[in-house]
């Protein structure tokens, strides 16, 4: 991986994945086409930098290059980009979080999960939790570093340019040797009969380490992944301890994944499925 570019002005600033989601987020933010000038003043790159950007986020399906910018494509093969995926049921998201966050004790040890939501819930844990969290989440993990109060570990592996997330062998060999009270695991789709899913098997292999490191297991998962599933089954919904989902999620299949064993709780609601 390339050094962090320069600010026009000298200053230090982005490594390239750090950019290539600000691109995407811009793309989200403006209705999906943006120029080469505007993504230069926003980032205050060099328009070599841009380029060389935008060719990266075109070769991974994020964006098509057009004359003078860049336009969104609709979606990518399996999965969309984490920073438009950021964008996507922000409110329930938040929601799920503060329900997560109820069921995280204090001065425990916690692993995180990469993935827009987990993301999400990163931001949404108290300034002053005192918490140890073991991930493989980029992006949340040098978010949570500035907070002095917590104690961040994170995972070593090759990162998945996609998710901004470690994901491969040094990974799970990492995860294998820890112990942790409480995993958070991402899902791309949950279903009854198919378990939990992602997308990639490289994915699917950590995500099955982490939640084996861990005591108890909790999916928090939008309700438009619910009842779906995606590519490479994981774990089995029996392997869970409790599913956090939205108001949006079919009754009928939240009252399956409760058959099958977790608890399922709706966030802001006061209504849940028991075992």
């Known amino acids: 991986m390339s050094g962090p570019d320069m600010r026009l002005n000298g200053a230090v600033t982005m490594y390239p994945p750090e950019r290539q989601r600000a691109i995407t987020q811009l793309l989200v933010d403006v209705g999906g086409r943006v120029d080469v000038a505007r993504i230069r003043a926003e980032l205050r790159v060099t328009p070599e930098t841009v380029r060389r950007d935008l060719d990266v986020l075109e070769r991974r399906g994020v964006l098509r290059r057009v004359h003078g910018g860049a336009e969104l494509l609709p979606a990518t093969p399996f999965e969309q980009a984490l920073a438009a995926r950021q964008a996507e049921q922000r409110a329930e998201k938040l929601q799920i ?76 060999r990492r995860l294998e040797t820890l112990t942790t009270d409480v995993a958070i695991i991402g899902v791309n789709g949950l279903t009854a009969q198919r378990g939990l899913t992602t997308t ?37 919904v029996s392997e869970v301890d409790l599913v956090i989902t939205d108001s949006g999620a079919n009754p009928d299949v939240l009252a399956e994944l409760a058959t099958a064993g977790p608890e399922v709780i709706v966030a802001g609601s006061t209504d849940k499925s028991g075992r």
């Open 200 to 236: 990639t098997p490289e994915e699917s292999a950590v995500k099955r380490s982490m939640l084996r490191s861990a005591r108890r297991r909790i999916v928090p998962v939008i309700s438009g992944r619910v009842g779906r599933n995606s590519f490479c089954t994981f774990a089995e």
């Open 97 to 172: 979080a503060e329900r997560v966050i109820a069921e995280i004790p204090a001065d425990v040890v916690v692993a995180l999960d990469s993935g827009s939501l987990s993301y999400v819930i990163a931001q949404a844990l108290p300034s002053d939790s005192q918490l140890v969290v073991v991930t493989n989440n980029l992006p949340a993990a040098r978010m949570l570093a500035d907070r002095p109060a917590l104690k961040v570990i994170t995972l070593p592996g090759t990162i998945r340019g996609l998710t901004t997330a470690a994901v491969d062998a040094a990974t799970r």
